[in-house]
Nanobody
Framework: VQLQASGGGLVQTGGSLKLSCAASGRTFSRYTVAWFRRTPGQEREFVAASNWVDFSTAYADSVKGRFTISRDYAKSMVYLQMDSLKPEDTAVYYC?????????????????WGQGTQVTVSS
């Protein structure tokens, strides 16, 4: 499966952005998907994930209540709605996918990655 993330940009504190991740592959509906982010000098960190078995989701504590992961199975799209953005949300955001139906929070648990999209939140 191939992934392509988009939708990043510059936004003021308190603003919103919606990231998109387009996937190719006929069986993408049977992949767990996730968003991670990376700031300079840091490891990629978990943001949110969603599986296809029971449609459960998981979020990092730092974004819980502000970010929402969703999927459009018909369009093979994954979204990350980001509200109430903070300067500390500034990062390159990546979408990942894996066939494992369980939700994982580690980078090595996802086999497929898209290129990143930059999100910058100004104070």
């Amino acid at each position: 499966v191939q992934l392509q993330a988009s939708g990043g940009g510059l936004v003021q504190t308190g603003g919103s952005l919606k990231l998109s991740c387009a996937a190719s592959g006929r069986t993408f509906s049977r992949y767990t998907v996730a968003w991670f982010r990376r700031t300079p000098g840091q490891e990629r960190e978990f943001v949110a994930a969603s599986n296809w078995v029971d449609f459960s989701t998981a979020y990092a504590d730092s974004v819980k209540g502000r970010f929402t992961i969703s999927r459009d199975y018909a369009k093979s799209m994954v979204y990350l709605q980001m509200d109430s953005l903070k300067p500390e949300d500034t990062a390159v955001y990546y979408c990942g996918a894996d066939r494992d139906p369980r939700i994982h929070r580690e980078v090595h648990d996802y086999a497929y990655w898209g290129q990143g999209t930059q999100v910058t939140v100004s104070s």
